[in-house]
């Protein structure tokens, strides 16, 4: 068979191609993708929350700012 990846000619039962290094087993393929996919929708989550937390902040400065100019707090 032909490796999909480099389309060198390799034995029909490799699992691995010996040309480029590829593994052609989906089985040893999927959890390298799957932890870099999990790894990278974590970050994404911790992103998003960092910034809702920054946007947060800035509202409340804001509102604060806002409320003090108006003279509303009165401490
Ligand atoms: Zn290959």
Redesign the pocket.
Known sequence: ML?P??K?E?PDDAKK?M??G?WLDPVYRKPKKEEQSFFSAFSETVISFLWFGFLLVIAAIVVYAFLDYNGMINW
Do not use: G, K, P, V
């Open positions: 490796c990846y480099c060198s390799i191609c040309n480029c590829e």
